[in-house]
């Protein structure tokens, strides 16, 4: 569990994958429209197969100061230096896996975006002891969750509003806006204003942890 510091503000950061390939490479354009109406700032991750496939999308949402864009891999895959799988997805099986799946795509996003990338979130979030080393080392910033607000864009919207009531100061939520045909975007058309009624702002994660 991962979480930002607040300062003593009561800040969230929501962060939204895009997984591409099997994961999906669609693209959840009602989800961007209600974050942009509502002027919420967001940290999005994406990763190498979902740019391929949506490169004006890339560009329209590098030029929004609401979003940063973070590296979220280039084969979509746990990271670990045995092989180690989560939610049925085998991981990286040696260091050198371990490199190509965070700089690869590191490479190519700062390539078209022509800034640093320093945010990294592997596929599903897992990360064994020495991969988290790796990326340490490599001077990016490894980056979980706290709370997962769609369970990979799976959740109903009245899921996901369940799912966001866990959130506390300094929580980092997890959802997906890669599947446009699931309940992501009306979920959170109700748990945003809901948050905000509680005294909720809305921080990119450099903001707090870079």
């Known amino acids: ?5 607040t300062d003593g503000a009561k800040v969230v950061a929501l962060t939204l994958d895009a997984c591409g390939g099997r994961g999906g490479s ?12 509502n002027q919420v700032k967001a940290t999005l991750f994406l990763n190498y197969r979902w740019m391929k496939a949506n490169p004006a999308a890339v560009r329209d949402l590098a030029d929004d100061p609401l979003f940063e864009l973070a590296n979220h891999g280039t084969r979509h895959l746990p990271l670990s230096v045995r092989g180690r799988a989560a939610y049925g997805i085998s991981g990286t099986r ?3 896996e371990v490199y190509e799946e965070v700089e690869t795509n590191a490479a190519f996003m700062e390539l078209m975006l022509g800034r640093p990338v320093p945010l990294f979130r592997s596929g599903t979030a897992f990360y064994d002891d020495v991969a988290a080393r790796i990326v340490h080392d490599l001077g990016r910033t490894a980056v979980g969750f706290s709370v997962n607000g769609d369970a990979g864009a799976t959740f109903t919207a ?4 369940t799912a966001l009531r866990d959130v506390r100061p300094g929580s980092i939520v997890i959802a997906h806006f890669n599947h446009p045909e699931r309940d992501t975007a009306a979920g959170l058309r109700q748990g945003i204003p809901a948050l905000r009624r509680q005294g909720y702002e809305f921080a990119q994660l450099s903001e707090r942890l870079v």
């Open 94 to 96: 040696d260091v050198r």
């Open 1 to 5: 569990v991962q979480t930002v510091p």
């Open 26 to 37: 669609g693209y959840d354009a009602a989800l961007v429209d209600l974050l942009r109406r």
């Open 158 to 161: 009245s899921q996901i509003v």
